[in-house]
Structure formats: structure tokens, C-alpha cells
């Protein structure tokens, strides 16, 4: 058989069957991968290269050397999800940098880490001063993370004490002009509610590239068409404000009355509505 031939045949098993391996290796980014992960994709990568240039003059011991580097990992992966000993010894440990805001010298010379190298990747996870550092720790896959100290942290709602409602994940339910049912059953909602939505801001199916509802409900569109401007939904605002002028005009009624039975219910129910918007602010005013 020529040897183009020959590379041909076994360029495409291999194709094929390097698909698969990878089907079944672990899924990580490749910029956070340890560095015995690095090797064994360098490795597998090799081998399968030599292969298929007919390098290796006897394929099945090419192939025996690929199954060797491709199971292994695989049988390791399985092996470290049982056993914390098999992880630490395969991956290594997590290391303490920064404790209580003192630098732990001892681990940095570990890891081998000069000081200006440890400042740039302080500065690289947006931590300018040192003193502001409250813990950092290197992972396994050399990456460090970092946590300030407690008046160093942006303020959150939690902080504030202010009640925000959760969000799920935002479902796709028109992209490219077609429709998806899948999006919309998630979302609980049917073709008549989105083209119901679709008529009152005044787009056409064909023009929408993406559209999504989020959890509230609210449905975003992008068009085709980059000049057309979607009006933005107010059915929540509205809702809210409808609410507010009611709990507005129970406390005027309260005031003007003179029966004090009358005053008494306007100022209760009043009440009752001042609740319901504090209740309903997290989800109909962000």
C-alpha cells in the first residue's frame, strides 16, 4: 500500500478515535489544567501524531502506548473522586499564601514564587495593596485566589440590608428568526404570550436575531435590523406605581374623613398596601 495511503487511513481512525478519548477525559479549561494533565495531552497528542505519519513502524504498539496514556488519566480521575490521598498525590495540595494578612514566606519559597512574582498576581486578581488582603491561597492548578479583608469588599445588598429577589438563568426563545419551544417551555410561557409580545413592541419575528426572557419575565430582544429601537417593557414599574398611588389615596381619604370608623379602615389598608410594596419592590424595581 503507498504511503500516502497509509497516512491517510490511519490520519482518519485516529481522528475518530481521539474524538472519542476526548469525549471521556476531563472536561477543564486548558489554562487551568495541573501540570500532569499537561503532560498526558502532550503525550496523547504525540503519539497519535507519530501514528499517523507511520512514525511508529508497528501501529498496535503505537495503539497500546495510546491506550496506556488515555485510560490511565481516566482510571485516576475515577480513582481521585474516592480517595483524597490519590487527589493530593496526583494534583498536589492547595497552599496558604496570605493568612490573617501576613505573608506566608515560608510557602512562597515552596512554590518558588519571588516576591515581585506573588505582587503581579495580586495585581492580575485586582488586589493593588497588599494590606487590603485578608487570605489568599494557590490552587493546585497554580492559579491564586484571593479574599480582602472585610472593609475592603464591595458593599453588597446583604450588607445593606435590602432584600433582592434571586434570579434564574435567562432563556433563549427566538434566535436567528425561529422560535424555540424548549426556551419557552422552561420559562412557563407559550407562542401566543411571545407574540402577544412581539405585536406590542411593534418587531417582526424574521427581524429578532436573539430574544430571551429572564426570570421576571421580561423579554429582550436584539434585531437584525441595528437601527430599529426595541421600547423597553414598563408593565412592572407600572404595576408598582398603580399600587403606590392606591396606598397614596387611602392615606389623602384617611386625612379628609371625619368619620373615625372610615379613617380607621383607610389607614389599616393603607398598611396592608405599604407592606405589599416593600414585599413586591425586589421583583418589580430592578
Known amino acids: 500500500m503507498n504511503s500516502w495511503l497509509i497516512i491517510l487511513f490511519n490520519s482518519i481512525i485516529l481522528f475518530f478515535l481521539t474524538l472519542v478519548v476526548t469525549r471521556f477525559m476531563k472536561k477543564r479549561n486548558l489554562s487551568k489544567v495541573t501540570p500532569f494533565e499537561f503532560i498526558s495531552y502532550v503525550v496523547i497528542a504525540l503519539i497519535v501524531t507519530l501514528i ?39 494534583n498536589g495540595k492547595e497552599r496558604v499564601l496570605i ?9 512562597l519559597a515552596k512554590e518558588r514564587m519571588t516576591g ?5 498576581e495580586l495585581r492580575s486578581k485586582k488586589s493593588f495593596n497588599l494590606a487590603d488582603v485578608e487570605f489568599a491561597v494557590m490552587e493546585t492548578t497554580g492559579d491564586i485566589n484571593v479574599s480582602l479583608k472585610a472593609d475592603k469588599r464591595p458593599v453588597t445588598s446583604y450588607d445593606l440590608g435590602i432584600k433582592v429577589a434571586s434570579r434564574s438563568e435567562p432563556q433563549t426563545v427566538i434566535l436567528d428568526g425561529n422560535i424555540l419551544n424548549e426556551g419557552l417551555t422552561n420559562s412557563g410561557l407559550n407562542r401566543n404570550w411571545l407574540k402577544t409580545e412581539l405585536e406590542n413592541k411593534g418587531v417582526v419575528l424574521d427581524n429578532v436575531f436573539i430574544g430571551e426572557v429572564d426570570s421576571s419575565g421580561d423579554l429582550y430582544l436584539d434585531l437584525f435590523d441595528d437601527v430599529i429601537q426595541v421600547p423597553k417593557s414598563q408593565n412592572k414599574e407600572m404595576l408598582y406605581a398603580s399600587i403606590q398611588k392606591s396606598q397614596a389615596d387611602l392615606m389623602t381619604f384617611a386625612l379628609e374623613t371625619k368619620n373615625e370608623s372610615a379613617k380607621s379602615m383607610y389607614l389599616r389598608n393603607a398598611g396592608e398596601l405599604d407592606k405589599v410594596m416593600k414585599k413586591l419592590e425586589p421583583y418589580l424595581l430592578r
Request: proline share 2%.
Open 99 to 107: 493568612k490573617d494578612g501576613k505573608v506566608m514566606e515560608d510557602n
Open 52 to 90: 499517523s505519519l507511520d512514525i511508529i513502524a508497528n501501529i498496535y504498539f503505537g495503539l497500546t502506548a495510546l491506550a496506556v496514556w488515555s485510560l490511565l488519566p481516566i482510571i485516576l480521575d475515577y480513582a481521585s473522586m474516592k480517595s483524597k490521598w490519590i487527589y493530593n498525590m496526583i
Open 116 to 120: 515581585q512574582e506573588f505582587l503581579q
